[in-house]
């Protein structure tokens, strides 16, 4: 066969808060191990990806602008093979997350989601909860604020306000959980899969993992994680992921409050970028062969 001709778009640095050497080092180690697996890997920034005609049949992205994403989209439509995919990475986007997460049964905190216009008080009390979360429905978080911990309805208000200031349309509001703030990592379609206590780490993006306090230890098995994890994973339509859950303390269960495509992978990211690029080569091999019978 033919040898595989991948394109691989960075992920703009505006998008990796407190994280873009980490964000790089996970994107350039997956692309050092597709040479190694003998792929030619040719790299793009987001904009040159956008103000360029791009002919490789496989493309593995950390992509976040929208102009990108659009493009992306439009390249699986014409059949080329996108990791992450176009519309997966949509799908991560906070109010759409939200939505299919909890219509297809992914264990999940009870959530609202509301326009940042409208007062969201009845809703809340009928929620019967005293502590949210507010994150803004359209993105994933680019700075602090965009993810708010509040003690009370007067609160969340406040932050619903300074929303529709920015120009944020819809709110997703969480019930807060008390239990133990677990991240993971995983791969689709491989055997990789990370979990960790973020404070073991000091890994943090804002320091919010600090509401959740230290942990107690709550058993889970960390099999029935992975198995959550794929289900979300699938439901969204992303194969590189990772996220958050907390392990509720008053019913032990394990539940998704974050899913974002293909994060930075930092406490595992030799191992993780290893596992990435095997998972875009047995994919990029399965459609190359399929269009050599096709000819």
């Keep these: 066969m033919r040898n595989l001709r991948i394109a691989g778009v960075r992920r703009d640095s505006r998008f990796s808060p407190n994280h873009i050497d980490n964000d790089a080092y996970i994107f350039s180690s997956t692309a050092d191990e597709l040479r190694e697996l003998g792929c030619e890997v040719i790299e793009y920034t987001e904009k040159?990806?956008?103000n360029n005609d791009i002919d490789q049949p496989v493309v593995f992205n950390m992509a976040r602008d929208w102009h990108t994403?659009?493009?992306?989209?439009?390249?699986?439509?014409?059949?080329?093979?996108?990791?992450?995919?176009?519309?997966?990475?949509?799908?991560?986007?906070?109010?759409?997350?939200?939505?299919?997460?909890?219509?297809?049964?992914?264990?999940?905190?009870?959530?609202?989601?509301?326009k940042t216009t409208t007062d969201p008080?009845?809703?809340?009390?009928?929620?019967?909860?005293?502590?949210?979360?507010?994150?803004?429905?359209?993105?994933?978080?680019m700075q602090r604020s965009d993810v708010s911990f509040v003690r009370n309805i007067e609160e969340a208000k406040s932050v619903l306000r300074e929303y529709a200031s920015r120009g944020i349309k819809t709110a997703v509001i969480n019930e807060h959980l008390q239990g133990d703030l677990v991240k993971f990592y995983g791969v689709l379609d491989t055997d990789f899969f990370h979990w960790f206590y973020p404070g073991d780490?000091?890994?943090s993006k804002f320091g919010l993992e600090k509401i959740n306090g230290t942990p107690k230890g709550i058993h889970f098995d960390p099999q029935d994680l992975k198995k959550i994890c794929s289900q979300a994973a699938q439901v969204l339509g992303v194969?590189?992921?990772?996220?958050?859950?907390?392990?509720?303390?008053?019913?032990?269960?394990?539940?998704?409050?974050?899913?974002n495509d293909w994060p930075s992978f930092a406490p595992c990211r030799d191992r993780a970028a290893a596992s990435i690029a095997g998972m875009i080569y047995a994919a990029a091999k399965k459609q190359q062969a399929a269009a050599l019978l096709a000819i």
């Design 239 to 259: 194969r590189i992921y990772g996220g958050d859950c907390v392990i509720d303390e008053h019913d032990k269960c394990i539940k998704i409050i974050d899913f």
């Design 48 to 50: 040159e990806f956008v």
């Design 69 to 114: 994403v659009r493009k992306l989209q439009r390249l699986e439509d014409s059949g080329r093979l996108i990791l992450n995919s176009g519309y997966g990475i949509e799908n991560c986007t906070r109010e759409k997350m939200t939505k299919l997460l909890l219509s297809n049964r992914v264990p999940h905190p009870e959530s609202l989601i509301e």
């Design 201 to 203: 780490y000091n890994h």
């Design 121 to 141: 008080t009845h809703d809340m009390q009928l929620l019967g909860k005293s502590e949210f979360w507010i994150k803004r429905g359209d993105f994933q978080a």
